[in-house]
């Protein structure tokens, strides 16, 4: 049965009489529905995917979604003449959403009956139902970040980048080269706190201690000057990521504290963590510091440890772990560099702070390449 406590991450649309009047093999010319435009553009802007599953033909239905200017809403649009259940069941696939998050709409009793009986966790509604929808609570996320306002966008932007690696016959680094990628790394603000909580508890497999850290933490982090909540976000010639990764890090006299770094799975095939490390390397390098980091083995982040691990951080005991208040976590162990000098990024750009400057006065941070 579905659970209309979760919130839906993705709405299908059937085309004939649900989003527009009419059926357009028969009549030809085929309007919108008053108000779904508006619909659409509302939840496109609440971080929610929109598809479609619709028996129709697909050059014609698609020519007409462009015509009346809606058609760039809709990612993995499926339209043809297999059953709605299963082309539910592939754009949840392809989009790896669990069922629960998936909604349909369709004007025709016996296709909900369809797509209830073989995919019972999906949400159903009919055509009648479509006005409301934007007031009930599972088409209402609790927040919406700047990266959910633009969720559509990355996407499309990470299918457009699926598609030329999969028509690249070089190298990976070749191609990773080829994307133009640009990684950002800035002092986060308010406005991005929301992300940053996000990020410290949904990733996983790339997250150095797997510590949720609230916005309200995050906040007070924020006004502390000892402390530097760093958000990282990247772009290509495709389109952007997002926001990818959030390093927390005490920048002391003689010794950082790097508290948590987490990326994004997402962008574990470009060598995000392993850039981050090494440019935070560098600035403490230049800081003349030593680098400490926090780490704890979870079920999912042997890749983080390894990443640790490459970029020379070690278990070995340092005086200056004495220095460092106990920590509270348990299983939290405390690895250690002696940071040296690193050289850019090969692969891509980078545009990060001089954190070695007055710490507080973070209107003097110089971007650098």
Same mark, same amino acid.
């Given at each position: ?77 499926? *339209? ?10 592939? *754009? ?8 629960? +998050? ?72 070749? %191609? ?32 150095? +201690? ?84 926090? %780490? ?13 691990? %490459? ?35 090969? +692969? ?22």
């Amino acid at each position: 049965m579905a659970d209309t406590t979760v919130t839906v991450k993705c709405l299908v649309w059937d085309l004939d009489n649900t989003l527009w009047q009419g059926t357009l093999l028969e009549d030809g010319e085929v309007r919108l529905y008053p108000g779904v435009r508006e619909l659409i553009q509302l939840l496109d802007s609440r971080g929610i995917l929109q598809s479609i599953a619709s028996k129709n033909d697909h050059d014609h239905a698609w020519a007409k979604l462009e015509e009346l200017g809606v058609a760039e809403y809709f990612v993995l649009p499926h *339209i043809g003449w297999s059953p709605k259940s299963g082309s539910i069941r592939s *754009i949840a696939e392809e989009l790896r959403f669990a069922h629960g +998050t998936m909604a349909f709409v369709d004007d025709q009793a016996a296709e909900q009956a369809e797509v209830a009986f073989h995919l019972p966790a999906v949400r159903c509604y009919s055509a009648d139902e479509v006005a409301g929808l934007a007031e009930l609570p599972e088409f209402n996320p609790e927040t919406v970040t700047q990266d959910a306002r633009r969720r559509r966008e990355m996407y499309q932007a990470g299918f457009r980048r699926e598609a030329a690696q999969a028509d690249f016959t070089g190298p990976d680094e070749e %191609f990773i080269r080829s994307l133009d990628l640009e990684m950002r790394i800035e002092h986060a603000t308010v406005e991005h706190l929301d992300r940053v909580e996000e990020l410290t508890l949904r990733t996983s497999q790339m997250n150095a +201690t797997g510590v949720h850290y609230s916005r309200e933490t995050l906040a007070g982090l924020l006004d502390d000057h000892r402390n530097r909540v760093l958000v990282t976000s990247m772009s290509d010639r495709f389109g952007p990521h997002g926001a990818v990764g959030v390093v927390l890090v005490e920048t002391g006299a003689d010794v950082w504290h790097l508290k948590l770094l987490a990326t994004s799975c997402r962008v574990v095939s470009f060598g995000a963590g392993s850039v981050i490390l090494r440019w935070l390397t560098d600035q403490a390098a230049q800081a003349g510091a030593h680098l400490v980091a926090d %780490f704890r083995r979870t079920e999912r982040n042997r890749m983080m440890e390894i990443a640790y691990r %490459f970029s020379g951080f070690t278990g070995e005991t340092c005086p200056c772990l004495a220095s460092l208040p106990a920590d509270d976590v348990s299983g939290l162990q405390r690895l250690h560099l002696v940071p040296v000098p690193q050289a850019p990024p090969t +692969t891509m750009n980078l545009i990060a702070p001089n954190l070695t400057s007055v710490p507080g006065n973070r209107l003097s941070d110089v971007l650098r390449p």
